[in-house]
């Protein structure tokens, strides 16, 4: 009887895996074409500081797929790493948050912006990442101080060294980098001293209980010390209410990323209003 019952089960989470492995194998050949087929588009996030001014925004990318509707990059940028795409996805990411800030560098209310733009270790680790961004920076002319790299712990685990390497060479260029998700990851502090990090991003796991969780508030208030000990700026992403606001303001925070202060959108004219600048 159980054996029965066992069998049948398996044969019901085979068919649910098939489906499941099926499914991803459309997504992946989907993706394939995404790029070709002109289906990505960034969306852009505003960062505020302390003032509610706009001082930068983060690029997020978006897959508008023609029958799924909008797919989460939580969804396909694994898929796009799994299969290399990441590659050559990235490097179009690049390219329009480039062109965005060579496009501001005549706007006096827009001319110090900066964009952040997502990294995915897949793509740091790619031999030509290097020259690919200083191929970008030159054909766009956009200002590398501008331009801040987001990273995440999981990047310094598997090769520190070419890591370290590679991000000393692009800061050599003048661009910035962001510890993206800060406190959820696995490396140690001295990479914090070992690298050339311009940035801490609370991440918003932290954020979200902070009122009500002393253990977040405290982990919180940790990493915006840290940072302040360090000369590294940081930012709390996910901020949804006034009341985190007010509470990490206190705490000493200065730059704010979340639904409070704005949503993800795209920039098409990029005059877009932007909060507490002139348009
Ligand atoms: P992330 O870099 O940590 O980006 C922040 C995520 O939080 C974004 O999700 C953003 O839309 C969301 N968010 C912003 N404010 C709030 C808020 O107040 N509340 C809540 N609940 N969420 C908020 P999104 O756009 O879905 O992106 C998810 C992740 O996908 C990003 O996390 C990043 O790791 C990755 N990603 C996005 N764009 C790219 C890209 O161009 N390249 C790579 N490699 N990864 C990307
Ligand atoms: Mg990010
Ligand atoms: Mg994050
Ligand atoms: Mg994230």
């Known amino acids: 009887e159980a054996k029965r019952e066992g069998g049948a089960a398996l044969r019901f989470f085979d068919r649910a895996m098939q489906t499941q492995v099926i499914e991803r194998a459309h997504l992946e050949a989907d993706l394939e074409r995404a790029l070709d087929a002109d289906q990505l588009r960034l969306f852009y996030q505003p960062q505020g500081d302390a003032a509610g001014v706009t001082v930068g925004l983060e690029a997020l990318l978006r897959w508008e797929h023609p029958v799924r509707g909008m797919v989460s990059p939580g969804v396909f940028i694994p898929l796009a790493e799994e299969g290399g795409r990441i590659v050559a996805i990235g490097n179009w990411v690049l390219e329009q948050a480039c062109h965005q800030l060579a496009h501001w560098a005549d706007q006096p209310a827009r001319c110090e912006l900066t964009i952040s733009v997502n990294v995915s270790p897949v793509q740091f680790r790619e031999a030509g990442f290097v020259d690919g961004v200083r191929e970008i920076l030159a054909a766009t002319g956009a200002d590398p101080r501008r331009l801040v790299l987001e990273v995440t712990e999981s990047l310094f685990l598997q090769d520190p060294k070419l890591a370290r390497e590679t991000m000393l060479a692009l800061s050599a260029l003048g661009v910035r980098f962001a510890l993206d998700d800060f406190g959820t990851g696995y490396s140690s502090l001295s990479y ?16 979200r209980d902070l009122l009500a969780s002393p253990a977040d508030a405290a982990i919180v208030e940790t990493i915006i010390a840290l940072a302040d000990r360090l000369s590294l700026s940081v930012t709390a992403e996910g901020v949804e209410t006034e009341a985190q606001a007010a509470w990490l303001r206190d705490h000493g925070c200065r730059h704010f990323q979340g639904y ?11 005059k877009e209003p932007l909060p507490g600048l002139p348009s």
Request: proline share 11%; no cysteine.
């Open 192 to 207: 914090l001293k070992r690298l050339p990090l311009d940035e801490l991003k609370i991440d918003q796991s932290f954020v």
């Open 260 to 270: 409070l202060f704005a949503r993800p959108a795209p920039l098409v004219s990029g």
